[in-house]
């Protein structure tokens, strides 16, 4: 169903690393991401925390987690769904950090977010199919 997903998180200087990795752990529990640096608006450092997964196993985990979220949110994902589905069948997703941090997870539009892409794994690639597999996904 799913081919890869992708991540990634800003770190804003007032934020602490170890605990905007612990939210990310909420969702990937195995994942390791990678630390770039760069400069924010007002030339303050901010850190951008990324991973690609892309192992069977990491993505059935990631499957369980999602399975976890409130159905007002698995409702809201569905509803959403042609909005957030690019034509190459990504679907894009936003989840609360500070929630995560509590091993809550809760869908959100803001961008201080951990921002998902998952690549549906729809042959031949097109939205039409991958938005298919995303409501046997979320149960639709």
């Given at each position: 169903?799913?081919?890869?997903?992708?991540?990634?998180?800003?770190?804003y200087?007032?934020?602490?690393?170890?605990?905007?990795?612990?939210?990310?752990?909420?969702?990937?529990p195995?994942?390791?991401?990678?630390?770039?640096?760069?400069?924010?608006?007002?030339?303050?450092?901010?850190?951008?925390?990324?991973?690609?997964?892309?192992?069977?196993?990491?993505i059935?985990?990631?499957?369980?987690?999602?399975?976890?979220?409130?159905s007002?949110?698995?409702?809201?994902?569905?509803?959403?769904?042609?909005?957030?589905?690019?034509?190459?069948?990504?679907?894009?997703?936003?989840?609360?950090?500070?929630?995560?941090?509590?091993?809550?997870?809760?869908?959100?539009?803001?961008?201080?977010?951990i921002?998902?892409?998952?690549?549906?794994?729809?042959?031949?690639?097109?939205?039409?199919?991958?938005?298919?597999?995303?409501?046997?996904?979320?149960?639709?």
């Open positions: 169903m799913i081919h890869n997903i992708s991540y990634r998180t800003f770190v200087g007032t934020e602490d690393k170890e605990k905007v990795i612990k939210s990310i752990k909420t969702l990937f195995n994942s390791l991401p990678d630390c770039e640096t760069t400069e924010g608006y007002y030339k303050n450092p901010v850190l951008i925390l990324h991973d690609k997964i892309d192992k069977k196993r990491e059935k985990d990631f499957i369980q987690v999602i399975n976890q979220l409130e007002s949110d698995k409702k809201k994902i569905l509803k959403e769904l042609e909005k957030k589905m690019d034509e190459k069948g990504n679907l894009f997703l936003r989840f609360d950090k500070q929630k995560a941090y509590l091993d809550e997870l809760k869908i959100v539009e803001h961008g201080d977010s921002h998902v892409k998952i690549k549906m794994a729809a042959y031949p690639a097109r939205k039409e199919n991958a938005m298919k597999l995303a409501r046997e996904l979320w149960g639709e």
